[in-house]
């Protein structure tokens, strides 16, 4: 028994290979230690993140949206095919008003209410005068003033309004508002409300049916003599012209009505963003780069102290000709004031600042050069009047007076705006752009030109007169060079009669008779001058 029980144990070494005491598995069996891959709960992947619940338009906005797509039809077919006269006009305030009453209530401010008056002023012109280089300008600032106001009245604005980054936040309401809510805007259009029936198969019928009627239609009135008398009014062309506007006018539409939609659900509200600390050059660097400029400028006036004031009272030099001496006059007017107004504005955008306000050396130095432009300004107006005097009005050196004009408000208002540091510099410069270009067309240059020049002719203080002149300008000089074909000069009055036949053809048209009235194009000037050719141009010459 004792060797028996003795022998398992002398046994057991063969026993070792067996796997289960084997230590070298273990480690990999075993869950790994938590310190090595730490559990957290950003691991977690979040949860998807809901879509914006489609909100549908109310009745209200339904009938509003419908009056959108109503007012972009107009204005396709009175502005853009009515040649931007008196069609334009009735377009504009439309439109105003109904995107402002369609986009609610926002945040009304006298700059606002500045930029839509002065736009809706501008619109007026269009109705009046037919200057085509001035409605263009009037049409560019017409969308920047209204962009201004948007994005003031609606919240649009992240950067200060009243600096020169607020470019950023009008092209920003110009060209990305239209296109960023594009899909939201048209599902909400399209969006079934709780309890009703989807609107959307109504409305894209009612879309779907309008370019096959304009083609049944017309089809329909010269098949059957009565369904023709009740469209009589309603001509083939009529029917093209609305075709074309009701589809350009709906690809419009698209476009209007998300913007609007997206101010009304403040969707491009934005936090203005908070002023930080200007970390910027040296100030003892600027001012000596502004100071050496200045310095020369100092003594370059000293030195033409005499070319520079004597326009003042009259004189100039004697090596010089009159149309030479204003032009060189403008040209160095032109060219210092810009490079100083551009040093100017990057020295102060460069600049260090405590508190917001230019250090006092620095800003004196820029009041200096600002100060310096101004009367070269003043200089080169006395020299453009004393070139009037002696050759006339044109285009271009009326249009060179409100340049000047401008470049003198430009630098009066930074001028201020070195002494107030919260001044809105920005706004007041684009609302003297604004005032001045609509100021140009209620002015009516080309009767102003017309009017100066046939009365100085006619006085004896211009011994000629520019024909040439004359027929570029449009049918508002009309009554002046009515005045002329009388004028001794055979030359004068010839040119002048031949001048008022040619504006009586175009106005009336090659192949009519009498002047067709469309409220659409119509425009003041060239009625008023129709009513005075008509009576002036002999029946065979009409």
Known sequence: MSENYYRPDTSAPPTEPTPAPVQVAEPAMQAPPATEIPVTPTMVPPPPVPKPARVPLSAGEQVMALLLL???????????????????????????????????????????????????????????????????????????????????????????????????????????????????????????????????????????????????????????????????????????????????????????????????RGLFTRRPEALQPRKGLPTPALSA???????????????????????????????????????????????????????????????????GRVQPLLGGICGFISLFSLLLIATAMAKMFLYVDRFGLTRMRIQTCAFMIFLAVVFIVLIFRLMITKLPYMRLVILSAAVITVGLGFMDIDATIARHNVEAYQSGELSSIDLNELRDLNNSAVPYIMELLEDEDPIVSEGARRNLEYRYSDIVGYDAEEYEFDIRDFNYTDYKAYQLLKEVIPPENK
């Open 70 to 264: 109503l007012g972009s039809i107009i204005f396709v077919d009175f502005a853009l095919f009515g040649g931007f006269n008196l069609g334009y006009t009735i377009s504009m305030f439309l439109n105003v008003a109904l995107y402002f009453a369609f986009a609610g209530k926002g945040k009304t401010t006298l700059y606002g209410i500045l930029c839509v008056t002065t736009a809706l002023a501008g619109s007026v012109v269009f109705a009046v005068y037919n200057d085509g280089l001035i409605l263009f300008g009037i049409f560019c600032l017409n969308v920047i003033l209204l962009a201004a106001a948007i994005s003031q009245r609606f919240g649009v604005q992240h950067y200060n309004s009243g600096s020169f980054r607020a470019a950023a936040d009008i092209l920003y309401t110009v060209f990305a508002c239209p296109f960023r809510y594009i899909g939201r805007a048209m599902g909400a259009l399209f969006c079934r409300r709780e309890g009703k029936k989807r609107n959307s198969g109504v409305l894209i019928g009612v879309l779907c049916s309008l370019p096959v009627l304009l083609i049944v239609i017309p089809l329909l009135v010269r098949a059957d003599e009565a369904f023709a008398k009740m469209f009589s009014f309603f001509t083939a062309d009529f029917f093209v012209r609305l075709f074309f506007a009701v589809i350009i006018g709906t690809g419009l539409f698209i476009f209007y009505y998300a913007h609007a939609f997206g101010m009304r």
């Open 289 to 355: 780069f502004l100071g050496c400029i200045s310095l020369i400028y100092v003594l370059y006036l000293i030195s033409q102290i005499t070319y520079f004031f004597g326009a003042f009272w009259g004189e100039m030099p004697a090596d010089f000709l009159p149309a030479e001496y204003a032009r060189r006059g403008f040209f160095e007017m032109g060219v210092i004031c810009v490079i100083n107004l551009m040093l100017v504005f990057f020295v102060l955008l460069l600049s260090k600042r405590e508190g």
